[in-house]
């Protein structure tokens, strides 16, 4: 294989890399080798401590399963309320009117802005404090109130670059037929720029997605995360095990969320029935990024 | 009105926050750009390193990483880092689970800033005969890095709001002051303000600044 950036490679070319390869994999090794003794040491890797994930169910059933369904439920909840939400700002902001553009442009910039645990800790106050949720759900509220808040405004900005993205024809041709603002709006802008969104939509949900573990981790919600102390607590601190597969668990969701979103996008770019225009995963500036994701 | 913030060090969270902030900053910028020099670079192996670490680290929320460094590295391995006290412990730990996981991002942002540079650019340098390391540092990579200003730009924000994730290991910084005020104090809207504030001013004038710094450098084409 070979780029822009470097030759075809030659003899010697072909040596040094060989050199490269041979002094890399002594470092990796070198490496592996430092981790695996340190975890041998500590007894990390003892079968006992792996034994629960891989012969019986109980740790799945009891510690894993629940929490991984916490998890799902919160970030669905969240990107379902967040998306009309988001659709509503993400409009607001295009209004000719000034007096709904610049309110609209300032809530979504002062959300964006803000942590989503700073969020996420006001929330639990909140319902702990002007509302009767009880004490068991208000974790799951605070999460899902910390994550719309952040999301939908992120949500916002996405939607509007999927209808600034389409081309100018469209809102012309709209208007020289006589359809109005809103007529325009609904009918015309909005259902091509919810397929050019769709990528962009997919991988904030990994956003979504990672950032439920902070409810995890310092709201005391019941997720996929806060399963680790108890687990490796019950199985005889196995906290390397337990992380291991947490983290697995994490990384094949959100992969698979990844790659969705890019095959969607593919898919959208060559479909010939489309104007052709679509937001890549991270068209919004820092959309992938920003999340604690951030 | 704002007497329920005597006793606390707000100035002082929040200069923690700055630090995480500029620390991984530097580290994963330095960290970023090597993973980038692999995913782009001659040898297969480290290509493949590259990529995998980009594709594993950006699918795993930073708090499991935050809590690992605590947890699996200090406790269950008892990694220190250097530290003796455990609030310096806690804290170059955080820094080593933020630069871990922004280094990823950092290496996407400048991976696409390489791909901004016309394709005559290296090719330029490689009729020259500069070898492989020399393209990257002369000619590409001072290119690359100019148009990536805006980018980077956005990781470094979202960085400043991930350092409060190093609340969840008891780093003093803004989150964690405001979780105890909220719990000891009855002025949860003034006290959310205050953080929100706090942070706007972190990240609005970053932003800014940066983005007129970005326009500055930028170059024609």
Same mark, same amino acid.
């Given at each position: ?119 996420? $800790? /006001?929330? =639990?106050?909140? %319902? &702990? ?8 759900? *208000?974790? @799951? ?107 697995? $668990? /994490?990384? =094949?969701?959100? %992969? &698979? ?8 996008? *593919?898919? @959208? ?26 | ?221």
């Amino acid at each position: 294989m070979s780029s822009v950036l470097y030759d075809a490679q030659g003899p010697r070319a072909k040596r040094r890399n060989v050199l490269y390869t041979v002094v890399f994999l002594l470092a990796a090794a070198a490496l592996g080798w430092w981790v695996f003794q340190t975890l041998s040491d500590k007894g990390q890797l003892d079968w006992e401590k792996w034994k629960p994930f891989f012969s019986g169910s109980e740790a799945w059933t009891t510690y894993i399963l629940p929490g991984l369904w916490n998890t799902l439920i919160a970030a669905a909840l969240s990107m379902v309320i967040a998306l009309p939400l988001g659709a509503v700002f993400g409009i607001a902001r295009l209004s000719d009117h000034a007096w709904i553009r610049v309110p609209a442009g300032v809530i979504v910039e002062f959300f964006r802005a803000i942590p989503v645990l700073i969020l996420m $800790i /006001f929330g =639990l106050a909140l %319902f &702990a404090e002007y509302t009767n949720v009880g004490s068991d759900d *208000r974790p @799951l509220y605070a999460v899902v109130t910390g994550l719309v808040l952040y999301n939908a405004s992120v949500l916002a900005e996405i939607v509007r670059a999927g209808i600034l993205s389409l081309p100018k024809g469209q809102t012309e041709a709209a208007q020289a037929i006589g359809l109005r603002k809103t007529q325009t709006m609904t009918s015309i802008l909005l259902p091509q720029a919810v397929t050019a969104m769709l990528p962009a939509i997919v991988s904030q949900l990994v956003v979504i997605v990672k950032d439920t573990a902070l409810g995890g981790a310092i709201l005391t919600f019941p997720d996929l995360l806060a399963a680790v102390s108890p687990m490796s607590s019950y199985y005889g601190a196995n906290t390397i095990a337990s992380f291991t597969i947490v983290a697995l $668990i /994490f990384v =094949l969701l959100n %992969f &698979a969320l990844t790659s969705f979103a890019s095959w969607l996008e *593919r898919r @959208l770019r060559s479909g010939k029935k489309s104007t052709g225009a679509v937001l890549p995963p991270a068209a919004v500036g820092g959309t992938e990024s920003a999340g604690t994701a951030a | 009105m704002f007497d329920f913030l005597e006793g606390y060090d707000l100035l002082g969270a929040f200069w923690v926050t700055v630090q995480l902030t500029l620390l991984s900053a530097a580290g994963s910028l330095v960290w970023g750009t090597v993973l980038a020099a692999m995913r782009v670079g001659p040898v297969p192996l480290m290509r493949g390193f590259g990529t995998a670490y980009v594709n594993f680290v950006r699918n795993i929320p930073l708090t499991v990483i935050i809590l690992f460094t605590s947890l699996g590295l200090f406790q269950a391995l008892s990694i220190s880092l250097g530290g003796q006290r455990f609030e310096t412990i806690n804290f170059r730990l955080a820094v080593l689970g933020l630069v871990a996981y922004t280094a990823a991002f950092v290496c996407e942002a400048i991976r696409s800033g390489i791909n901004t540079v016309p394709v005559g650019q290296a090719e330029a340098a490689r009729a020259l005969g500069l070898n492989f390391t020399q393209v990257l540092t002369l000619v590409v990579l001072p290119q690359a890095f100019r148009a990536v200003v805006g980018p980077l730009t956005n990781v470094l924000i979202a960085l400043t709001k991930n350092t409060t994730v190093a609340a969840a290991i008891g780093v003093a910084e803004a989150a964690l002051l405001m979780k105890e005020m909220i719990e000891n104090e009855a002025q949860l809207l003034l006290i959310s303000a205050v953080f929100a504030f706090g942070f706007v001013c972190l990240t609005l004038p970053t932003g800014l600044i940066l983005g007129w710094v970005g326009k500055k450098v930028a170059v024609k084409r």
